[in-house]
Protein backbone atom coordinates (compact mmCIF):
# COMPACT_ATOMS: atom_id res chain seq x y z
CA UNK A 1 0.00 0.00 0.00
CA UNK A 2 1.41 3.33 -0.51
CA UNK A 3 1.37 5.95 1.40
CA UNK A 4 -0.03 8.87 -0.80
CA UNK A 5 -3.18 6.66 -2.04
CA UNK A 6 -6.68 7.05 -0.20
CA UNK A 7 -7.86 4.31 1.63
CA UNK A 8 -11.02 3.24 2.25
CA UNK A 9 -10.61 1.84 5.81
CA UNK A 10 -11.33 4.55 8.22
CA UNK A 11 -10.21 2.76 10.84
CA UNK A 12 -6.63 2.49 10.10
CA UNK A 13 -5.05 5.61 11.32
CA UNK A 14 -2.06 6.63 8.97
CA UNK A 15 0.11 9.07 11.68
CA UNK A 16 1.52 11.38 8.58
CA UNK A 17 -1.85 11.49 7.97
CA UNK A 18 -3.06 12.59 11.44
CA UNK A 19 -0.40 15.16 11.63
CA UNK A 20 -0.48 16.46 8.59
CA UNK A 21 2.69 15.90 7.04
CA UNK A 22 3.48 15.67 3.50
CA UNK A 23 4.40 12.42 2.70
CA UNK A 24 5.36 13.04 -1.24
CA UNK A 25 9.31 11.55 -1.45
CA UNK A 26 11.48 14.78 -1.79
CA UNK A 27 12.45 13.12 -5.04
CA UNK A 28 9.17 13.41 -6.44
CA UNK A 29 8.63 16.93 -5.06
CA UNK A 30 11.78 17.65 -6.59
CA UNK A 31 10.71 16.51 -9.67
CA UNK A 32 7.86 18.63 -10.24
CA UNK A 33 9.59 21.57 -9.08
CA UNK A 34 12.02 20.91 -12.34
CA UNK A 35 8.73 20.56 -14.66
CA UNK A 36 6.86 23.73 -13.14
CA UNK A 37 10.47 25.33 -15.08
CA UNK A 38 10.29 23.56 -18.05
CA UNK A 39 6.98 24.87 -19.04
CA UNK A 40 7.95 25.86 -22.19
CA UNK A 41 8.95 22.02 -23.08
CA UNK A 42 5.35 21.25 -23.89
CA UNK A 43 1.35 21.72 -24.71
CA UNK A 44 1.37 17.99 -24.51
CA UNK A 45 3.44 17.49 -20.97
CA UNK A 46 1.08 20.29 -19.56
CA UNK A 47 -1.99 18.57 -20.07
CA UNK A 48 -0.65 15.44 -18.85
CA UNK A 49 1.12 17.50 -16.01
CA UNK A 50 -3.23 19.09 -15.02
CA UNK A 51 -4.39 15.54 -15.00
CA UNK A 52 -1.51 14.48 -12.29
CA UNK A 53 -2.25 18.07 -10.57
CA UNK A 54 -5.90 17.58 -9.91
CA UNK A 55 -5.15 13.35 -8.89
CA UNK A 56 -3.30 14.96 -6.63
CA UNK A 57 -5.22 17.98 -5.71
CA UNK A 58 -8.51 14.95 -5.77
CA UNK A 59 -5.83 12.41 -3.10
CA UNK A 60 -5.32 15.80 -0.87
CA UNK A 61 -8.47 16.75 -0.70
CA UNK A 62 -9.51 13.19 0.58
CA UNK A 63 -6.82 13.09 3.27
CA UNK A 64 -7.60 16.41 4.08
CA UNK A 65 -11.71 14.99 5.06
CA UNK A 66 -9.81 12.14 6.66
CA UNK A 67 -7.72 13.94 9.08
CA UNK A 68 -10.46 16.14 9.98
CA UNK A 69 -12.40 12.94 11.14
CA UNK A 70 -9.03 11.30 12.73
CA UNK A 71 -8.84 14.88 14.63
CA UNK A 72 -12.55 14.91 16.04
CA UNK A 73 -11.84 10.89 16.78
CA UNK A 74 -9.28 12.39 19.39
CA UNK A 75 -10.57 13.62 23.10
CA UNK A 76 -11.00 16.92 22.72
CA UNK A 77 -8.80 18.85 25.39
CA UNK A 78 -12.19 20.81 26.76
CA UNK A 79 -13.78 17.44 27.89
CA UNK A 80 -10.58 16.17 29.41
CA UNK A 81 -10.51 18.98 31.59
CA UNK A 82 -7.43 20.37 30.56
CA UNK A 83 -8.73 24.12 29.96
CA UNK A 84 -6.96 26.36 32.36
CA UNK A 85 -10.05 28.23 32.92
CA UNK A 86 -11.49 25.24 34.48
CA UNK A 87 -8.96 24.71 37.28
CA UNK A 88 -10.04 24.43 40.32
CA UNK A 89 -9.60 27.70 42.31
CA UNK A 90 -8.80 26.90 46.09
CA UNK A 91 -9.89 30.38 47.08
CA UNK A 92 -13.34 29.35 45.91
CA UNK A 93 -13.30 25.94 47.30
CA UNK A 94 -12.32 27.43 50.56
CA UNK A 95 -14.63 29.95 50.63
CA UNK A 96 -12.22 32.61 51.12
CA UNK A 97 -11.50 36.11 48.91
CA UNK A 98 -9.21 35.25 45.55
CA UNK A 99 -6.63 38.67 45.96
CA UNK A 100 -6.83 40.85 43.49
CA UNK A 101 -3.42 40.66 41.68
CA UNK A 102 -3.82 44.44 40.05
CA UNK A 103 -4.29 46.06 43.31
CA UNK A 104 -0.94 46.18 44.75
CA UNK A 105 -1.99 48.02 47.85
CA UNK A 106 -4.71 45.01 48.61
CA UNK A 107 -2.67 42.20 48.09
CA UNK A 108 -1.78 41.65 51.45
CA UNK A 109 -5.17 42.14 52.79
CA UNK A 110 -6.47 39.83 50.75
CA UNK A 111 -3.62 37.44 51.63
CA UNK A 112 -3.87 37.75 54.83
CA UNK A 113 -7.47 37.22 55.03
CA UNK A 114 -6.91 34.37 52.79
CA UNK A 115 -4.35 32.93 55.44
CA UNK A 116 -6.83 34.21 58.06
CA UNK A 117 -9.76 31.79 57.20
CA UNK A 118 -6.64 28.99 57.27
CA UNK A 119 -5.95 30.25 60.47
CA UNK A 120 -9.57 29.96 61.45
CA UNK A 121 -10.03 26.58 60.68
CA UNK A 122 -6.78 25.45 62.25
CA UNK A 123 -7.62 27.13 65.72
CA UNK A 124 -7.63 24.70 68.61
CA UNK A 125 -10.94 25.41 70.58
CA UNK A 126 -9.86 22.73 72.99
CA UNK A 127 -12.12 19.51 73.54
CA UNK A 128 -15.66 19.44 73.09
CA UNK A 129 -16.73 17.41 75.59
CA UNK A 130 -14.20 17.47 79.33
CA UNK A 131 -14.37 15.11 81.65
CA UNK A 132 -14.50 17.22 84.66
CA UNK A 133 -13.89 15.06 88.23
CA UNK A 134 -15.57 15.95 91.87
CA UNK A 135 -13.16 18.36 93.06
CA UNK A 136 -11.86 19.60 90.22
CA UNK A 137 -12.73 22.76 88.64
CA UNK A 138 -12.93 23.45 84.93
CA UNK A 139 -9.59 25.58 84.80
CA UNK A 140 -7.65 23.31 86.41
CA UNK A 141 -5.46 23.20 83.38
CA UNK A 142 -4.88 26.89 83.47
CA UNK A 143 -3.98 27.04 87.34
CA UNK A 144 -2.05 23.61 86.86
CA UNK A 145 -0.01 25.71 83.72
CA UNK A 146 0.09 29.07 85.63
CA UNK A 147 2.18 26.93 88.81
CA UNK A 148 4.37 24.93 85.95
CA UNK A 149 5.50 28.55 84.92
CA UNK A 150 6.07 29.95 88.40
CA UNK A 151 8.40 26.44 89.01
CA UNK A 152 10.09 27.36 85.92
CA UNK A 153 10.51 31.14 87.18
CA UNK A 154 11.94 30.08 90.39
CA UNK A 155 13.79 27.30 89.02
CA UNK A 156 15.60 29.72 87.12
CA UNK A 157 16.12 32.52 89.72
CA UNK A 158 18.06 29.81 91.69
CA UNK A 159 20.05 29.00 89.06
CA UNK A 160 21.12 32.61 88.47
CA UNK A 161 21.70 32.98 92.05
CA UNK A 162 23.75 29.36 92.73
CA UNK A 163 25.68 30.17 89.65
CA UNK A 164 27.66 33.26 91.43
CA UNK A 165 28.21 30.96 94.35
CA UNK A 166 29.68 27.67 92.62
CA UNK A 167 32.37 30.50 90.57
CA UNK A 168 32.97 31.45 94.40
CA UNK A 169 33.29 27.78 95.62
CA UNK A 170 35.40 27.37 92.83
CA UNK A 171 37.95 29.79 93.63
CA UNK A 172 37.69 29.26 97.42
CA UNK A 173 38.76 25.85 96.42
CA UNK A 174 41.90 27.09 94.67
CA UNK A 175 43.07 29.52 97.48
CA UNK A 176 43.76 26.18 99.69
CA UNK A 177 45.47 24.66 96.73
CA UNK A 178 48.97 25.42 98.40
CA UNK A 179 47.55 25.01 101.84
CA UNK A 180 47.95 28.17 103.14
CA UNK A 181 45.96 31.62 103.43
CA UNK A 182 47.81 34.66 102.68
CA UNK A 183 47.15 38.33 102.73
CA UNK A 184 46.68 38.67 98.91
CA UNK A 185 44.10 35.88 98.59
CA UNK A 186 42.20 37.08 101.77
CA UNK A 187 41.72 40.69 99.29
CA UNK A 188 41.29 38.69 96.18
CA UNK A 189 38.40 36.45 97.89
CA UNK A 190 36.65 39.78 99.44
CA UNK A 191 36.96 41.69 95.92
CA UNK A 192 35.13 38.64 94.61
CA UNK A 193 32.41 38.72 96.85
CA UNK A 194 31.62 42.04 96.28
CA UNK A 195 31.78 41.29 92.55
CA UNK A 196 29.46 38.41 92.85
CA UNK A 197 27.32 39.29 95.24
CA UNK A 198 27.78 37.29 98.26
CA UNK A 199 27.68 38.12 101.91
CA UNK A 200 29.99 36.94 104.17
CA UNK A 201 27.70 34.40 105.79
CA UNK A 202 27.15 32.37 102.46
CA UNK A 203 31.11 32.91 102.57
CA UNK A 204 31.44 31.15 105.55
CA UNK A 205 28.68 28.19 104.48
CA UNK A 206 30.86 27.59 101.26
CA UNK A 207 34.02 27.76 102.95
CA UNK A 208 32.30 24.65 105.40
CA UNK A 209 31.26 22.66 102.30
CA UNK A 210 34.80 23.03 100.75
CA UNK A 211 36.28 21.77 103.99
CA UNK A 212 34.01 19.40 105.01
CA UNK A 213 33.99 17.61 101.55
CA UNK B 1 38.67 17.66 117.04
CA UNK B 2 38.33 20.23 119.68
CA UNK B 3 41.67 21.76 120.68
CA UNK B 4 40.14 23.39 123.60
CA UNK B 5 38.78 19.60 125.07
CA UNK B 6 42.00 18.27 123.85
CA UNK B 7 44.09 20.71 125.93
CA UNK B 8 41.62 19.90 129.00
CA UNK B 9 42.13 16.59 128.89
CA UNK B 10 46.16 17.61 128.95
CA UNK B 11 45.88 19.60 132.34
CA UNK B 12 43.74 17.01 134.25
CA UNK B 13 46.05 14.17 133.27
CA UNK B 14 49.62 16.61 133.57
CA UNK B 15 50.76 14.36 136.59
CA UNK B 16 50.00 10.69 135.16
CA UNK B 17 46.86 10.54 136.96
CA UNK B 18 43.24 11.37 136.52
CA UNK B 19 41.47 12.63 139.93
CA UNK B 20 37.91 11.98 140.22
CA UNK B 21 37.52 15.85 140.67
CA UNK B 22 39.05 16.44 137.17
CA UNK B 23 36.89 13.81 135.92
CA UNK B 24 33.76 15.49 137.36
CA UNK B 25 35.49 18.99 135.60
CA UNK B 26 35.90 17.35 132.15
CA UNK B 27 32.01 16.73 132.25
CA UNK B 28 31.36 20.59 133.02
CA UNK B 29 33.92 21.27 130.31
CA UNK B 30 32.02 18.90 127.91
CA UNK B 31 28.46 20.43 129.00
CA UNK B 32 29.98 23.96 128.25
CA UNK B 33 31.67 23.51 125.42
CA UNK B 34 28.79 22.03 123.57
CA UNK B 35 30.20 18.39 122.87
CA UNK B 36 28.29 15.04 122.36
CA UNK B 37 29.40 12.18 124.18
CA UNK B 38 30.62 10.99 120.31
CA UNK B 39 32.76 13.78 120.09
CA UNK B 40 34.40 14.09 123.42
CA UNK B 41 34.73 10.11 122.72
CA UNK B 42 37.02 10.66 119.60
CA UNK B 43 39.19 13.55 121.48
CA UNK B 44 39.44 11.26 124.57
CA UNK B 45 40.37 7.94 123.29
CA UNK B 46 43.06 9.94 120.87
CA UNK B 47 44.31 11.11 123.76
CA UNK B 48 44.22 7.43 125.74
CA UNK B 49 46.66 6.08 122.72
CA UNK B 50 48.80 8.69 122.10
CA UNK B 51 49.44 10.54 125.55
CA UNK B 52 48.20 8.67 128.66
CA UNK B 53 50.70 5.33 127.50
CA UNK B 54 53.61 8.02 127.68
CA UNK B 55 53.01 9.67 130.91
CA UNK B 56 54.75 9.00 133.83
CA UNK B 57 52.52 9.27 137.21
CA UNK B 58 54.38 11.45 139.49
CA UNK B 59 51.25 12.25 141.67
CA UNK B 60 47.68 11.61 142.02
CA UNK B 61 45.82 13.85 139.57
CA UNK B 62 46.84 17.06 141.05
CA UNK B 63 46.17 18.04 137.35
CA UNK B 64 42.46 19.18 138.51
CA UNK B 65 43.42 22.15 139.96
CA UNK B 66 44.96 23.55 136.90
CA UNK B 67 42.59 22.38 134.69
CA UNK B 68 39.76 24.53 137.21
CA UNK B 69 42.35 27.51 137.06
CA UNK B 70 42.34 27.39 133.21
CA UNK B 71 38.29 27.11 133.27
CA UNK B 72 38.14 29.52 135.42
CA UNK B 73 40.22 32.08 133.38
CA UNK B 74 38.47 31.26 130.15
CA UNK B 75 35.23 31.82 131.32
CA UNK B 76 36.07 35.60 132.90
CA UNK B 77 37.50 36.06 129.21
CA UNK B 78 33.65 36.60 128.57
CA UNK B 79 33.02 39.86 126.53
CA UNK B 80 36.29 40.59 125.69
CA UNK B 81 37.01 36.94 123.95
CA UNK B 82 35.74 38.54 120.49
CA UNK B 83 38.26 40.79 120.83
CA UNK B 84 40.94 38.21 121.36
CA UNK B 85 40.19 36.24 118.29
CA UNK B 86 39.51 38.94 115.88
CA UNK B 87 42.85 39.63 116.35
CA UNK B 88 44.36 35.81 116.47
CA UNK B 89 42.57 35.50 113.42
CA UNK B 90 44.35 38.47 111.61
CA UNK B 91 47.47 37.80 113.03
CA UNK B 92 47.25 34.12 112.19
CA UNK B 93 46.13 35.51 108.20
CA UNK B 94 49.25 37.89 108.09
CA UNK B 95 51.66 35.12 109.30
CA UNK B 96 50.08 32.64 106.66
CA UNK B 97 47.19 30.39 108.08
CA UNK B 98 46.81 26.67 106.89
CA UNK B 99 43.86 24.83 106.04
CA UNK B 100 44.45 22.61 109.22
CA UNK B 101 45.13 25.48 110.98
CA UNK B 102 41.87 27.44 110.17
CA UNK B 103 39.83 24.30 110.62
CA UNK B 104 40.89 24.25 114.28
CA UNK B 105 40.73 27.97 115.16
CA UNK B 106 37.33 28.32 113.73
CA UNK B 107 36.05 24.93 115.59
CA UNK B 108 37.69 26.36 118.71
CA UNK B 109 35.79 30.05 118.27
CA UNK B 110 32.96 27.90 117.39
CA UNK B 111 33.00 25.97 120.89
CA UNK B 112 33.06 29.41 122.35
CA UNK B 113 30.83 31.31 120.10
CA UNK B 114 32.42 33.32 118.79
CA UNK B 115 33.26 32.24 114.81
CA UNK B 116 32.06 34.59 113.23
CA UNK B 117 34.37 37.38 114.75
CA UNK B 118 37.46 34.65 114.21
CA UNK B 119 36.38 34.36 110.75
CA UNK B 120 36.38 38.75 110.32
CA UNK B 121 39.70 38.29 111.61
CA UNK B 122 41.13 36.26 109.24
CA UNK B 123 38.87 36.84 105.55
CA UNK B 124 37.98 40.61 105.78
CA UNK B 125 40.99 42.76 105.31
CA UNK B 126 38.80 45.97 105.23
CA UNK B 127 38.17 45.04 109.20
CA UNK B 128 39.95 47.19 110.98
CA UNK B 129 41.60 44.76 113.89
CA UNK B 130 43.53 45.91 116.38
CA UNK B 131 46.43 43.49 117.41
CA UNK B 132 46.72 42.47 120.91
CA UNK B 133 48.45 39.89 122.95
CA UNK B 134 46.01 37.49 124.11
CA UNK B 135 45.81 36.25 127.20
CA UNK B 136 47.48 32.84 128.43
CA UNK B 137 44.33 31.06 128.90
CA UNK B 138 43.95 31.27 124.44
CA UNK B 139 47.26 29.76 124.52
CA UNK B 140 46.28 26.56 123.20
CA UNK B 141 44.33 28.86 120.40
CA UNK B 142 47.54 30.31 119.51
CA UNK B 143 49.41 27.30 119.49
CA UNK B 144 47.02 25.50 116.87
CA UNK B 145 47.18 28.63 115.24
CA UNK B 146 50.64 28.47 114.47
CA UNK B 147 51.13 31.80 116.67
CA UNK B 148 52.75 30.27 119.42
CA UNK B 149 55.42 27.08 119.19
CA UNK B 150 54.69 24.01 121.07
CA UNK B 151 58.20 24.29 122.99
CA UNK B 152 56.72 27.71 124.55
Redesign the interface.
Known amino acids: MFIDEPTEDEDDIDPFEALNVSTTAPAARGASLLDALAEDDGVEDESSEEEGGVIATLEMGGMMEMNEEIVESVIPLDEAGVNEEEDVDPFEELGATRPNVNVVESTSTNVNDALAAFMDEDEYQGPENTIVFEGESATGDESIEQEEVEEEIQVETEKARAQPEELYQFLLEGVWVDDVLDPAEVALMARKRRDLGISFETHLKILKQILHD | MSILFQHALDLAWNDGRLSKRGAILLENFQEILELSDSQRSVVEEKHHLQVVPHLIPRGFGSGASTLDQWMTSLMDLDDELPRYLVSMGRQS ?2 T ?4 QA ?2 EGFAAAERMKC ?2 EF ?2 G ?5 FEVEILLWPEALDPVAKSLGLLLEEE
Open positions: LEGISKWIEFARVWEPE
